[in-house]
Nanobody
Framework: QVTLVESGGGLVQTGGSLRLSCAASGFTFSRYVMSWYRQNPGKERVFVAAITAPGGMSNYADFVKGRFTISRDSAKNMVYLQMNSLKPEDTAVYFC????????WGQGTQVTVSS
C-alpha cells in the first residue's frame, strides 16, 4: 500500500520558517521524482518544488525561489521542504507528490502565515 504522509504544517508569522516532511512508503522511493504542491480553497493545485531521484536535482516555482529548499533522504524515504521568509500568500494546504509510472498524493498539511 502506497502512503505519503505530510507533517510539519502550522501557524507562523510573516518572515518565519517551517519545515514540512513527507514520509513515503509502499513504492520504490529512489525511482520517483518527489514534489511539493500547494492549494487554496477553490483554486488549482500549484507546483512548488521538485527533486529528482539519483542526483537530487531540484526545481522551484519562481514565487518560492531563494526562500524554499526541497531535499530528500533516500535512506529514510523522506522528502522535506524547508520554508523560510514566509509570506501570507504562502498560506495553503501543502501536498507531497510522488511520480514515476504512477502518481501518488498525500493528504496535505495546512500552512498558515499570519500578517
Amino acid at each position: 500500500q502506497v502512503t505519503l504522509v505530510e507533517s510539519g504544517g502550522g501557524l507562523v508569522q510573516t518572515g518565519g520558517s517551517l519545515r514540512l516532511s513527507c514520509a513515503a512508503s509502499g513504492f520504490t522511493f529512489s525511482r520517483y521524482v518527489m514534489s511539493w504542491y500547494r492549494q487554496n480553497p477553490g483554486k488549482e493545485r500549484v507546483f512548488v518544488a521538485a527533486i529528482t531521484a539519483p542526483g537530487g536535482m531540484s526545481n522551484y516555482a519562481d514565487f518560492v525561489k531563494g526562500r524554499f529548499t526541497i531535499s530528500r533522504d533516500s535512506a529514510k524515504n523522506m522528502v522535506y521542504l524547508q520554508m523560510n521568509s514566509l509570506k501570507p500568500e504562502d498560506t495553503a494546504v501543502y501536498f507531497c507528490n510522488a511520480v514515476s509510472l504512477h502518481s501518488y498524493w498525500g493528504q496535505g498539511t495546512q500552512v498558515t502565515v499570519s500578517s
